[in-house]
């Protein structure tokens, strides 16, 4: 299947919703039970918001995956451009991708990698010198696909409950 990578707007953001909530339902089983995770509508609302307010101010880049030839949209990547903050020397800003989803449908076909090579492309036209991805730790074919492209652990997030 060949796959065709285009820029996206705002005018995409709500075709993006089965597939966020796509990717909610399959966070769960990841996570099996290890935390809380939001019912996909309401996950969706929320992230709905963000992808919004970050094309609106200009720190969000919008990619879509399509079969060549298709119209429906089989995957997408959201970064976001961020300072890099106090302690590493990442540049000025940096690109976060908050959300790379594909189809269950089409996973494997090499839309994930697609969406993240026009990510990187991007990030290094605009003078980024590094980015980043967060991934569920017993997510396996996540961390492959992110590490095979350079990606390598640096934070570690810890979590606990607390009980009031």
Known sequence: MDIE????????????APLWMAMVEHHRTVVAGRVPVRSAGEAWERRRL???????DGAG??????????DQVIGYAMCRLVPSGPTFDLGPIRGD?????????????GAGTALLSAVRAELER???????ISVAADNAAA??????LGFRPLVQ????PLTG
Do not use: K, N
């Open 5 to 16: 990578i285009t820029s996206g707007s705002l005018t995409d953001v709500d075709a993006l």
């Open 143 to 148: 961390v492959r696909l992110y590490e095979r």
């Open 157 to 160: 997030m810890m979590h606990a």
């Open 97 to 109: 991708v908050e959300s790379l989803s594909v189809s269950p449908q089409a996973r494997g076909a």
């Open 126 to 132: 605009r003078g980024c010198r590094h980015w980043s």
């Open 50 to 56: 963000e992808y919004v307010s970050w094309l609106q």
């Open 61 to 70: 880049l919008l990619f879509l995956a399509r079969r060549e030839g298709a």
